[in-house]
């Protein structure tokens, strides 16, 4: 079935530098996604959402970008810090009430 | 903290005892859903409600699992007879109605069936 994935199982960076986590997606009807941060022992955090009329979305720290040509979806992360090291999801909603995800990347920060 | 809350936190149990877990969402949400999460994969989704309906199931493990919203505020997951192969992570995510709503989760109940 159709179903969200991820490029990198684990990324690792130094602190300072700028994080890049891929995510490809294979539902076409897919009209929203959302970034999630999980921290073990923790439920997933909403970070940042885009929807499909955009190609890039800002917040604090973080980028978003949507190529729906090739169905990809980019999480940037400027200036990494050590708080940032988790597992990152994301996540499509075809139009529903379902969320699917994929199985996450860990991001591990080197100080 | 107005976030969404789940209650217990950790659960142990023996194999074929019932559990119930329960969660607040955060309380403008009128949508609240259920998710499961095993070690090292993404949430997968359960059951979802719209205030006290229960608006699809069909992805409930099986009939030993059923949710309920009685009130549309809390709702509660039981799981009857469990299994070994129940122990996992479950989520619970409130949001406003529509599907382009982010969906904001608790910390979940872990359980773990010995």
């Known amino acids: 079935g159709e179903s969200v994935g991820l490029h990198l199982p684990t990324l690792s960076v130094q602190e300072g530098d700028n994080s890049i986590i891929n995510c490809a997606y294979s539902n076409s009807a897919s009209d929203y996604f959302i970034w999630y941060k999980q921290e073990s022992g923790k439920g997933p955090q909403f970070i940042i959402d885009?929807?499909?009329?955009?190609d890039k979305r800002q917040g604090q720290r973080v980028t978003v970008l949507l190529n729906k040509t090739v169905k990809h979806l980019s999480l940037q992360i400027a200036a990494t810090q050590p708080g940032d090291s988790a597992v990152y999801f994301c996540?499509?909603?075809?139009?529903?009430?379902?969320?699917?995800f994929g199985k996450g990347t860990k991001l591990s920060v080197i100080p | 903290d107005t976030g969404v809350s789940q209650d217990p936190r950790h659960k142990i149990t023996k194999r074929g005892q019932n559990v119930t877990f329960r969660c607040d969402p955060i309380s403008e949400h009128n949508r609240l859903y259920w998710y499961r999460q095993t070690l090292g994969q993404g949430p997968e989704f359960l059951t979802y409600?719209?205030?006290?309906?229960?608006?699809?199931k069909s992805r409930l493990l099986s009939d030993r699992f059923s949710a309920e919203r009685p009130k549309g505020s809390f709702s509660t997951l039981e799981i009857q007879r469990t299994e070994q192969g129940d122990s996992a992570m479950y989520l619970c995510a409130s949001s406003n109605p529509g599907s382009l709503e982010p969906q904001h989760f608790g910390d979940g109940t872990r359980l773990s069936i010995l």
């Open positions: 885009i929807r499909s009329n955009m």
């Open positions: 996540a499509e909603n075809a139009g529903s009430y379902q969320l699917t």
């Open positions: 409600f719209q205030n006290e309906a229960q608006l699809e």
